[in-house]
């Protein structure tokens, strides 16, 4: 079992990848994410093998951004300096991300980057995804920051240097399982519509650039809303902030009630089993078997005996069976802040299956 002092670290990296501050680029960077058909040819274990690599990058810049964080804290400048410093960044970064998204939209391709790429197609998204990173990480600043500095950099000082990594690598695999989760679930269903349902391919592309462009907005009126904040120049209340804020709420008081050790295991136990299909076609027999062979043994020592099937399965039925409901709740109170989603994921199903199912009959007919 995981030790218990691990599990706040782990918890807090799972909060901080939906921070109040940084809520809005969790979104965005899927909307990038989809937004570029780079893999759109490549064989499915080829397209897992990315959304793993570029998860990977983004957190391990974003943590790493967070570790540099504490370092000058504690030696080089005061944590309220750099709290004045990034509401600007955000501004910055939000006038970036809607040109970007509006060249998406058009049907252009770009590199989104901090940094200049050294070379070659796959150097330029490995610098964009860092640049991405390195972004999402200094836009978390103002709200992550302080939990991060007690609790994850201020280990080091108190429990010794290899306590220290220990608790920075949970909190880097609790940060890891969000994003991975999310990246790796997107890239599969990209993969399976680029091989089945070229049709929605475009809608993706556009809803990719939908998304960079709302971030940007909402980045923008953040950043402003801190800055004049900061400065005693504002109010308490902006309906935008408030609105996302209130979203933020709702899931970090979930993830607290489900636990953030129980929500990141399930997260990383959807991701083994991800991979595992990816690959697949890659392995031979016996590489096949035994990945598989650990994928059930997970399965069966954590959701089994660990949570009795109340870690994911039970958990998932309950949700679909709950769904009509959901749906006779959308007229009761619309305002429920679950609905826009709700719709969204109804929508989404309702209208692959409707393709998927008008693509079967046509080729029942040839």
Same mark, same amino acid.
């Not at 006779?328 to 109170?333: K, L, M, N, T």
């Given at each position: 079992?995981?030790?218990?002092?691990?599990?706040?670290?782990?918890?807090?990296?799972?909060?901080?990848?939906i921070?109040?501050? +940084?809520?809005?680029m969790?979104? !965005?960077?899927?909307?990038?994410?989809?937004?570029r058909?780079? #893999?759109?040819?490549?064989?499915?274990?080829?397209?897992?093998v990315?959304?793993?690599?570029?998860?990977?990058?983004?957190?391990?810049?974003?943590?790493?951004?967070?570790?540099?964080? +504490?370092?000058?804290?504690?030696?080089?400048?005061?944590?309220?300096?750099?709290?004045?410093r990034?509401?600007?960044? !955000?501004?910055?970064?939000?006038?970036?991300?809607?040109?970007?998204?509006?060249?998406?939209?058009?049907?252009?391709?770009?590199?989104?980057?901090?940094?200049?790429p050294?070379?070659?197609?796959?150097?330029?998204?490995?610098?964009?995804?860092?640049?991405?990173?390195?972004?999402?990480?200094?836009?978390?600043?103002?709200?992550?920051?302080?939990?991060?500095?007690?609790?994850? @950099? &201020?280990?080091? @000082?108190?429990?010794?240097?290899?306590? &220290?990594?220990?608790?920075?690598?949970?909190?880097? #695999?609790?940060?890891?399982?969000?994003? !991975?989760?999310?990246?790796?679930?997107?890239?599969?269903?990209? &993969? &399976?519509? #680029?091989?089945?349902?070229?049709r929605?391919?475009?809608f993706?592309?556009?809803?990719?650039?939908? #998304?960079?462009?709302?971030?940007?907005?909402?980045?923008?009126?953040?950043?402003?809303?801190?800055?004049?904040?900061?400065?005693?120049?504002?109010?308490?209340?902006?309906?935008?902030?408030?609105?996302?804020?209130?979203?933020?709420?709702?899931?970090?008081?979930?993830?607290?009630?489900?636990?953030?050790l129980?929500?990141?295991?399930?997260?990383?136990?959807?991701?083994?089993?991800?991979?595992?299909?990816?690959?697949?076609?890659?392995?031979?027999?016996?590489?096949?078997t035994?990945s598989?062979?650990?994928?059930?043994?997970?399965?069966?020592?954590?959701?089994?005996?660990?949570?009795?099937?109340?870690?994911?399965?039970?958990?998932?039925?309950?949700?679909?069976?709950?769904?009509?409901?959901?749906?006779?709740?959308?007229?009761?109170?619309?305002?429920?802040?679950?609905?826009?989603?709700?719709?969204?994921?109804?929508?989404?199903?309702?209208?692959?299956?409707?393709?998927?199912? @008008?693509?079967?009959?046509?080729?029942?007919?040839?």
């Amino acid at each position: 079992m995981i030790d218990v002092g691990l599990a706040l670290p782990f918890s807090l990296g799972i909060a901080t990848a939906i921070n109040p501050c +940084g809520f809005a680029m969790l979104p !965005t960077w899927l909307g990038y994410f989809i937004g570029r058909n780079t #893999a759109d040819q490549e064989a499915r274990p080829e397209q897992v093998v990315r959304g793993l690599w570029v998860s990977l990058l983004l957190t391990v810049s974003f943590v790493a951004v967070f570790g540099l964080l +504490g370092l000058a804290v504690s030696h080089l400048v005061s944590e309220e300096a750099i709290a004045r410093r990034t509401p600007w960044i !955000t501004v910055v970064l939000g006038l970036v991300l809607i040109p970007y998204g509006l060249a998406l939209l058009t049907g252009r391709r770009g590199s989104l980057s901090l940094l200049r790429p050294a070379r070659g197609p796959r150097s330029a998204e490995a610098w964009s995804v860092l640049g991405f990173g390195v972004s999402y990480a200094l836009v978390s600043v103002g709200c992550a920051a302080p939990l991060f500095l007690l609790q994850v @950099s &201020g280990s080091f @000082s108190r429990d010794g240097i290899v306590r &220290g990594t220990t608790v920075y690598l949970a909190f880097a #695999a609790g940060m890891a399982a969000v994003v !991975t989760s999310l990246t790796l679930s997107l890239a599969v269903a990209r &993969g &399976g519509l #680029a091989r089945n349902l070229r049709r929605l391919l475009p809608f993706t592309d556009r809803i990719g650039a939908l #998304a960079l462009m709302l971030g940007g907005a909402y980045l923008i009126v953040y950043g402003v809303y801190e800055i004049r904040i900061l400065n005693g120049s504002g109010t308490a209340s902006n309906p935008i902030v408030d609105a996302v804020g209130d979203l933020q709420s709702h899931l970090t008081a979930w993830t607290a009630a489900v636990g953030g050790l129980r929500v990141g295991l399930a997260l990383w136990m959807v991701i083994m089993t991800l991979a595992a299909w990816g690959l697949d076609p890659a392995l031979d027999r016996r590489a096949r078997t035994s990945s598989w062979g650990v994928v059930a043994g997970a399965w069966v020592l954590v959701e089994g005996l660990g949570h009795r099937g109340d870690l994911v399965v039970v958990p998932t039925l309950r949700v679909i069976a709950g769904w009509p409901g959901r749906i006779s709740g959308w007229f009761g109170d619309p305002t429920r802040w679950a609905v826009p989603l709700e719709v969204f994921l109804t929508a989404t199903v309702l209208l692959v299956v409707v393709l998927s199912t @008008s693509a079967t009959f046509g080729k029942w007919r040839r």
